[in-house]
């Protein structure tokens, strides 16, 4: 019984943690990205900035469920390169994961930076030091809690993606509640899942809270 | 070089950023500002005191017109250039920002450490800038623990720590009690002397003005309606602006039970109320009886005191004058003649 646990939890780990660290990856910087362009008085640098902010927002509020349909000839393309499905997931959770942090980052640093308009001016820092000496100082509180929400959101989008095969506590769940029902083995996945996913969340922020 | 023109503004016209060019927040300023000066200025809501100090720290650029500092033109420079400007300019306000997860002295630091001074000077100056403000026991605290005295405070040596010429101080004596104006007060003093600043401050507090300033200028919707020495306009305003800050001044240093009486428009069932002023008059009583005298008028003193402005005593008299509103301007007309100044501050009624 616990082998069948343990191995699920093992695969949503697995897929909970490449993708959160490819979020992070992407999307802080790509938050970043977009924010420094929030005050680019070039016409390509505005237009850009709009694009990219539109789509984030858009990307924003399409359901997981959908971005995962939206992706299966890429999954399709990695599964016939003998890559696993757990594996092959991974792609679909990091681009929803990278979408809802980069978001967060540029709307926070957008925020700061309106904020900060004046003192930055005031002291003649460049957009580099203004970033690294002021914006990024200010605004690590959030981008923490948003990195953990990201996080906490991947576990919920691998428990859907576990309903559609991809492994895990969520085809565990899926599989005794519905395929042959268990009830003891559909409590502990799902509780399980719900417990990973409040420890994503909270777990920094208690970390922030106590430094 | 010129030092009398230490601050120089040629009709500087300005808008806010994305507004239409007509509705302008300055119209053409001229304004000249000696080194070293204490500047003042006046002016009520909306009227463009905090656009004028933003267009002196080059934070906006304007419309049209020059800014010149120290004899050198910043209106066209580059933005690069406009930076390095711009840090002998500091900026104080009520609202600064902080760092809060920062420690005050790493907020201080911060100036420095855009210009990438070396560690150990970066310390010596936090720590001297700390010292001057009084808040060297503040060193490790952050910011969000510091009351607004405090706060206004760690602004003034994140300004000070970066080598300024220019301090501008924008409405930061508002919601300050008494104690902490007066630390404030005294402590702008003293840097402006260790640090030989220029000193240019937006407040509607008189007693701030009576006690830092040397000059004033009063802005009215976007303009410098009058610009006099601190003296001249507590014994002579010109404009309406400046009378209007002199009534409601006085009005507040009347007692309670006279001043909730005082109305603006003069009837036949109310008489004048009347604020005198005189320096270097060498016989009032003498010249104020002549006049009720000679006018028919008779008077009724509410208060009498002294009070220092710009390091100079002046004698300030409020009287209740009663007559016939054409013998009383006529009579203010020749006590003025006389040396004393003298200005409705309103009327009350008739006491039957």
Not at chain 1, 3 to 24: C, D, G, H, K, P
Not at chain 1, 99 to 115: E, F
Not at chain 2, 171 to 176: A, H, K, N, R
Request: proline share 3%; charged share 20%.
């Amino acid at each position: 019984m616990f082998q069948i646990l343990i191995n699920a939890l093992r695969e949503t780990l697995l897929m909970v943690m490449y993708a959160s660290i490819f979020s992070f990856l992407l999307g802080i910087p790509l938050g970043m990205l977009i924010a420094n362009m929030a005050e680019a008085q070039s016409r390509l640098a505005k237009t850009t900035f709009n694009a990219l902010k539109g789509f984030l927002q858009f990307g924003g509020t399409i359901p997981y469920l959908v971005i995962m349909l939206a992706l299966i000839p890429c999954t399709n393309w990695l599964l016939n390169h003998k890559i696993s499905f757990t594996t092959a997931t991974i792609l679909p959770l990091t681009i929803a994961g990278t979408m809802m942090l980069a978001h967060h980052v540029a709307q926070q640093l957008i925020a700061s930076q309106n904020k900060w308009q004046n003192t930055i001016k005031a002291l003649g820092a460049t957009k580099k030091q203004a970033l690294l000496l002021i914006l990024l100082p200010e605004s690590l509180e959030a981008i923490i809690k948003a990195a953990a929400n990201t996080a906490a959101a991947i576990v919920g989008y691998s428990f859907i993606a576990g309903a559609f095969g991809a492994g895990g506590l969520g085809q565990l769940a899926i599989e005794k509640t519905i395929g042959e029902p268990n009830f003891l083995y559909a409590c502990i996945s799902i509780s399980t899942l719900v417990a990973l996913q409040q420890i994503f969340k909270y777990t920094p922020l208690l970390i922030i809270k106590h430094k | 070089m010129d030092q009398s023109q230490f601050i120089n503004l040629k009709n500087v016209e300005s808008t806010y950023l994305g507004a239409r060019q007509e509705e302008l927040y300055l119209k053409g300023i001229n304004l000249t500002v000696a080194a070293g000066e204490t500047l003042g200025i006046i002016g009520r809501a909306d009227s463009g005191k905090s656009a004028l100090l933003r267009c002196i720290a080059l934070l906006d650029r304007p419309l049209t017109g020059l800014v010149a500092i120290d004899n050198k033109n910043l209106t066209f420079l580059a933005s690069r250039e406009i930076s390095n400007e711009r840090r002998a300019i500091g900026l104080i306000t009520a609202k600064a920002e902080f760092l809060n997860s920062k420690s005050v002295m790493e907020n201080i630091a911060l100036p420095l450490k855009i210009q990438e001074y070396p560690k150990d000077k970066i310390r010596t100056s936090c720590e001297q800038a700390l010292e001057t403000v009084g808040l060297s026991d503040k060193y490790h605290s952050t910011p969000a623990t510091l009351n607004q005295l405090q706060r206004v405070l760690l602004d003034i040596a994140r300004n000070i720590v970066n080598n300024i010429k220019i301090l501008l101080c924008d409405d930061i004596f508002i919601g300050l009690e008494q104690k902490s104006t007066e630390i404030l007060i005294s402590l702008l003093r003293k840097i402006q002397h260790e640090y030989h600043l220029t000193l240019i401050l937006t407040t509607n507090d008189a007693e701030i003005i009576k006690t830092l300033c040397q000059n004033v200028i009063i802005m009215q919707q976007g303009e410098i309606v009058e610009k006099c020495s601190v003296l001249d306009l507590f014994t002579r305003p010109i404009s309406d602006t400046a009378k209007d800050f002199i009534r409601f001044t006085t009005k507040h240093e009347l007692p309670w039970c006279l001043r909730r009486r005082i109305v603006n428009q003069e009837t036949a069932e109310h008489h004048a109320l009347i604020r005198l002023n005189f320096t270097e008059c060498l016989a009032p009583e003498e010249i104020l009886n002549n006049t009720l005298e000679a006018y028919d008028l008779k008077m009724n003193i509410i208060q009498a005191f002294q009070e220092k402005i710009a390091d100079r005593i002046i004698n300030v008299m409020i009287i209740e004058i009663f007559g016939e509103a054409f013998t009383v301007n006529n009579a203010m007309s020749f006590l003025t003649n006389n040396g004393l100044q003298s200005e409705i501050i309103g009327y009350v009624p008739n006491i039957n």
